[in-house]
T-cell receptor, first 111, second 113 residues
């Protein structure tokens, strides 16, 4: 079964707006990662947050992690048309470092 | 570094034929992963290797699928015989150590007619 599930499945916003995507998971984790996939391409790593961290920033990206709720969010500020892509969260469970991916959020940023 | 290299990028074959997908991981990366991506099931881990040794192949769908890693710079995923339901994009990824980000190849889009 999928460990991570993203919400919403699809999101359409105007350029310059912020985009927030959520991820929920079921079991204890070591790390949670976010990846981006442009159409027809492989996945690209964005950010990794460890289970003992609550928030992490990287450029226009902000990730939060709430282990009590088993959820994470990815915020992209001041979105650009180039941010149009699918975004996936991936978790590795306690005792296992294999990544399990959710089905992704498809983000469309309209110029 | 050129990143993870996969070949071919596209493969169209007929049901019953053997298909071999190839992957060259990033030099120095000890872990190699094979994933399959479909609209219905998303991204699924098929098998992963550590130092050329298969560690977990529980995601391999059935005996028609096999994977090898004869050396640190090359891995293959073979499907024999192929079926239309094997149509998907197959990704290879590598990482220098567990728990780190994974570096994905561009994928092989497989179509089985």
């Amino acid at each position: 079964s999928q460990q991570g599930e993203e919400d919403p499945q699809a999101l359409s916003i105007q350029e310059g707006e912020n985009a927030t995507m959520n991820c929920s998971y079921k079991t204890s984790i070591n790390n949670l990662q976010w990846y981006r996939q442009n159409s027809g391409r492989g996945l690209v790593h964005l950010i990794l947050i460890r289970s003992n961290e609550r928030e992490k920033h990287s450029g226009r990206l902000r990730v939060t992690l709430d282990t009590s709720k088993k959820s994470s969010s990815l915020l992209i500020t001041a979105s650009r048309a180039a941010d149009t892509a699918s975004y996936f969260c991936a978790t590795d469970g306690a005792g296992s470092y294999q990544l399990t991916f959710g089905k992704g959020t498809k983000l469309s940023v309209i110029p | 570094d050129a990143g993870v290299i996969q070949s071919p990028r596209h493969e169209v074959t007929e049901m019953g034929q053997e298909v071999t997908l190839r992957c060259k991981p990033i030099s120095g990366h000890d872990y190699l992963f094979w994933y399959r991506q479909t609209m219905m099931r998303g991204l699924e881990l098929l098998i992963y290797f550590n130092n050329n040794v298969p560690i977990d192949d529980s995601g391999m769908p059935e005996d028609r699928f096999s994977a090898k890693m004869p050396n640190a710079s090359f891995s293959t995923l073979k499907i024999q015989p192929s079926e239309p339901r094997d149509s998907a994009v197959y990704f290879c990824a590598s990482t220098p150590w567990q728990g780190n980000e994974q570096f994905f190849g561009p994928g092989t889009r497989l179509t089985v007619l």
